[in-house]
C-alpha cells in the first residue's frame, strides 16, 4: 500500500474476529468516521489469537473462516484489511485476502515469519517487540527487505517496564521514523498490563487519549486502535478495548494535532 505522508492514517477494528456481522459493524462505524475527518481507513482483525494469556481463552475462528470474514469486509465496505500471521505458512493463504500482513510483537525478531511475509508482496506490519529497542527494528526492516520486499511499516506498541507493565518511549518514534518507513502508534496495546489479571491481561484505557495526542505530537505516520460495541464484553483484549462511541472524540483531537504539527 501506499500511504500519504502528509495525511494521517487508521488501523481499527476488532481484537478477534467474533463474527461476520460484528466486524461489519465495527467497521461501518469506523470508516463513517474516518471520512468526516478525512483520514485513511484500514480494518484489522485476527483470525486467531495465538498468544493469549489462558489455554481456555477465545482464539478465533481460524485462518479459513477468518480470511472469509476479510474478505466479507473488504469487498462490502470497500477498504483494505489487515491481519496477523503467527506462522511462515499463513502468509501466502492470508495474502491472498488481506493488504497488510501484520507480525505480532512477541514475533518480531522471527527470521522465517519475516522472510514469509517478505514473499508475498503486501505491506509488512511489523509490530516492535516489547523487549525490543527501537534501534533493533532496523533488523527486522532488513530480514523482509531481504525477500525483496520494501513495502514496511512499524508499530511502537510499548515496551517491557517490570512485571506487567508497558511504557512508551516516545524517542523511539524519531529512531524508527529515520528507517524512512511509516510508523505507527498503537493507542490501546500500549495501556495494557500483560497478563496483569492472572489468567488475561489487564489495562489502564483511560490514557488511550493521552497516549494517543503525544504520540500524533511526536511525528506517528498513523494511529492503531482496538475497539468494540459492547468494548466491557468483548472477546478478547477487553481491558483496553475502546467503545466505538470513543473513537470520534479521540481522532478529531489527533486529527487536530497532525494537522498543527504539519503546519510549515
Do not use: W
Not at 481456555?56 to 466479507?72: C, E, I, N, Q, T
Request: hydrophobic share 40%; net charge neutral; proline share 5%.
Amino acid at each position: 500500500m501506499n500511504f500519504n505522508p502528509k495525511s494521517l492514517f487508521l488501523i481499527a477494528g476488532p481484537c478477534v474476529i467474533e463474527s461476520a456481522e460484528n466486524c461489519l459493524t465495527i467497521g461501518q462505524h469506523v470508516k463513517r468516521v474516518c471520512e468526516k475527518l478525512g483520514i485513511t481507513y484500514i480494518f484489522k482483525a485476527s483470525f486467531d489469537k495465538a498468544n493469549r494469556s489462558a489455554s481456555s481463552s477465545f482464539r478465533g475462528p481460524g485462518l479459513h473462516d477468518g480470511m472469509a470474514v476479510l474478505k466479507r469486509v473488504k469487498e462490502e465496505l470497500g477498504v483494505p484489511v489487515l491481519t496477523d500471521v503467527h506462522e511462515p505458512e499463513q502468509a501466502a493463504i492470508a495474502a491472498k485476502v488481506v493488504d497488510i500482513l501484520q507480525v505480532p510483537a512477541f514475533l518480531a525478531r522471527q527470521t522465517d515469519l519475516l522472510y514469509a511475509c517478505g514473499r508475498t508482496g503486501k505491506t509488512v506490519n511489523i509490530k516492535k517487540g516489547q523487549f525490543m529497542s527501537p534501534q533493533e527494528m532496523s533488523l527486522a526492516i532488513d530480514k523482509v527487505k531481504s525477500a525483496g520486499n520494501e513495502q514496511i511499516m512499524l508499530t511502537e506498541r510499548g515496551t517491557f517496564f517490570g512485571y506487567n507493565r508497558l511504557v512508551n518511549d516516545f524517542s523511539g518514534i524519531a529512531v524508527m521514523k529515520s528507517f524512512n518507513v511509516p510508523v505507527v502508534f498503537d493507542i490501546t496495546h500500549s495501556t495494557q498490563q500483560p497478563a496483569g489479571l492472572g489468567n488475561q491481561s489487564g489495562g489502564n484505557p483511560q490514557y488511550s487519549a493521552l497516549l494517543a495526542r503525544a504520540a500524533v505530537a511526536a511525528g506517528v505516520d498513523g494511529l492503531f486502535l482496538e475497539c468494540h460495541p459492547d468494548s466491557k464484553h468483548a472477546k478478547s483484549d477487553a481491558a483496553t478495548m475502546l467503545d466505538l462511541t470513543e473513537v470520534e472524540p479521540l481522532l478529531t483531537d489527533c486529527k487536530r494535532i497532525h494537522d498543527a504539527c504539519s503546519v510549515k
